[in-house]
C-alpha cells in the first residue's frame, strides 16, 4: 500500500452497509470466524487476572482484532482462515510493537477520559468528598446524586470518541499497510473527518444491531430463567459471553470492509505467503 494512504470519499449509505456485509461475510465464514471468536474468548479471560489482567488484555486488544481482520481479509481470498489466524500480527516484530503501541494509546486515552470526569466532579464536590465516595457504592451514589454530571460526562465522551477515531482505521493500516503508529493513528482521524456522514450511517447500524441483540438475549434470558431457574442463568451467562465476542468479530469485520473501501484495499494484497495464518513481513 502506498505511504501516502490516498483516501475515497463515502456517504452514508456505504457507512450503513458495513455491518450487514460483515455479517454475510460472516455466515459464509461462520465455522472459521467462530473458532476464532472462541479463541478470543479464551484469551480475554486474562482479564480475571488481579492487577494486571485488565492491563494486559487492553493492551493486546488491537493486536488480536487485527488478527481478526486478517481473516476477513483471507475470507477475501476464498480460504478458510486457521484459529491461530488471530495472533498471527505477534510473529511479525514490527506490526507487534506498533499494535501493542497502539494498546498504550488506548489505555492512555481511557485514563485521560476518566481523569476527565473525576475532575469534573472533584470540582463540585471536592478532591476529600470524592475520595470518601469511593469507599463504598452507597457514598457514591449519594454523592453523586447532588452533582452534575452533564458536562462531565460530555467531556469524557468526547475523549473517548477522538480515541475510538484514531484506533479505527490505525490498527488495519498498521496491519495492512505498515503504516508507523503516529501516521496511522492521524490518518484514521482524517479519514473520519473525510467520511463523517458514513460514520453517521455506521452509528446507526450499530445501535440498531446492539439494540436488537439486547432484546433478543432478554427475552431468551427470561424464557430461561423461568424454565431452568439456577441452571438457565449459567446458560444465559455463556450465551452472553458469546454473544459478546461474536459481536466483536462483527465490529472488526466491519472495520475490515470499511477499510477497504475507503483506501482502497483489495483481499490478498499483502499475502505472498499462501500460509494461512501467516502475513508477509
Do not use: C, H
Not at 477515531?165 to 505498515?178: H, I, S, Y
Amino acid at each position: 500500500m502506498s505511504t501516502r494512504f490516498p483516501l475515497q470519499r463515502v456517504g452514508f449509505r456505504a457507512g450503513l452497509s458495513w455491518l450487514p456485509a460483515s455479517a454475510e461475510w460472516m455466515r459464509r465464514g461462520f465455522r472459521p470466524l467462530f473458532a476464532i471468536a472462541g479463541l478470543w474468548l479464551g484469551i480475554s479471560l486474562i482479564a480475571v487476572i488481579p492487577l494486571i489482567g485488565q492491563t494486559v488484555l487492553a493492551l493486546i486488544t488491537p493486536l488480536l482484532t487485527a488478527g481478526v481482520m486478517l481473516a476477513f481479509d483471507q475470507l477475501g481470498e476464498g480460504k478458510q482462515p486457521a484459529p491461530g489466524t488471530l495472533v498471527a500480527a505477534w510473529r511479525d516484530p514490527v506490526r507487534r510493537s506498533r499494535l501493542l503501541s497502539l494498546g498504550i494509546f488506548a489505555m492512555l486515552g481511557g485514563l485521560l477520559a476518566a481523569m476527565v470526569l473525576v475532575s469534573w466532579l472533584s470540582n463540585q464536590i471536592g478532591t476529600q468528598a470524592l475520595e470518601a465516595a469511593v469507599q463504598s457504592p452507597e457514598a457514591m451514589a449519594q454523592t453523586l446524586a447532588g452533582a452534575s454530571l452533564g458536562g462531565g460526562l460530555l467531556g469524557s465522551g468526547l475523549v473517548m470518541i477522538l480515541v475510538l477515531a484514531g484506533l479505527f482505521f490505525a490498527t488495519p493500516l498498521v496491519m495492512f499497510g505498515r503504516a508507523p503508529t503516529l501516521t496511522a493513528l492521524t490518518t484514521s482521524l482524517r479519514a473520519i473527518a473525510t467520511n463523517w456522514l458514513a460514520f453517521v450511517g455506521f452509528a446507526v447500524a450499530a445501535a440498531a444491531i446492539a439494540t436488537g441483540l439486547l432484546i433478543i438475549l432478554l427475552i431468551v434470558s427470561s424464557v430461561l430463567t423461568l424454565a431452568l431457574g439456577n441452571f438457565g442463568n449459567l446458560i444465559i451467562q455463556v450465551l452472553m459471553l458469546i454473544a459478546v465476542m461474536l459481536f466483536q468479530v462483527l465490529m472488526a469485520g466491519a472495520q475490515y470492509l470499511a477499510f477497504s473501501q475507503i483506501f482502497g484495499w483489495s483481499p490478498g494484497l499483502d499475502d505472498t505467503s499462501g500460509d494461512e495464518g501467516e502475513i508477509t513481513p
